[in-house]
Nanobody, 125 residues
Framework: VQLQASGGGLVQAGGSLRLSCAASGSTSINYHMGWFRQAPGKEREFVAGINWSGSSTYYADSVKGRFTISRDNAKNTVYLQMNSLKPEDTAVYYC???????????????????WGRGTLVTVSS
């Protein structure tokens, strides 16, 4: 599966953006998927994850209540709706897929198998 993230850009604090992650190279993306981000000088960190059917989601505490992950398997696309953005949300955002059939959404970078090219989100104060 090849992943391509898009939708990043420059937004003022308090604004919103929606990121998309389009998958190709497979007949389906019925796997757990996640969004991660990496700010300059920092390690890549988990943001949100969703199980294969979309029935279960998991969020980092830092984005809970502000970000929403969703998916449309018919379109082979996963979304990240980001509201009430803060300057500290500035980072390159990556989507990833895990081919392991974990019983729950996982948050470790090592648990994901394929990564898309990131999209930059910049939040100005």
């Amino acid at each position: 599966v090849q992943l391509q993230a898009s939708g990043g850009g420059l937004v003022q604090a308090g604004g919103s953006l929606r990121l998309s992650c389009a998958a190709s190279g497979s007949t389906s993306i019925n796997y757990h998927m996640g969004w991660f981000r990496q700010a300059p000088g920092k390690e890549r960190e988990f943001v949100a994850g969703i199980n294969w059917s979309g029935s279960s989601t998991y969020y980092a505490d830092s984005v809970k209540g502000r970000f929403t992950i969703s998916r449309d398997n018919a379109k082979n696309t996963v979304y990240l709706q980001m509201n009430s953005l803060k300057p500290e949300d500035t980072a390159v955002y990556y989507c990833a897929v895990t081919y392991n059939h974990f019983s729950r959404v996982v948050a470790g970078t090592a648990e994901y198998d394929s990564w898309g090219r990131g999209t930059l989100v910049t939040v100005s104060s």
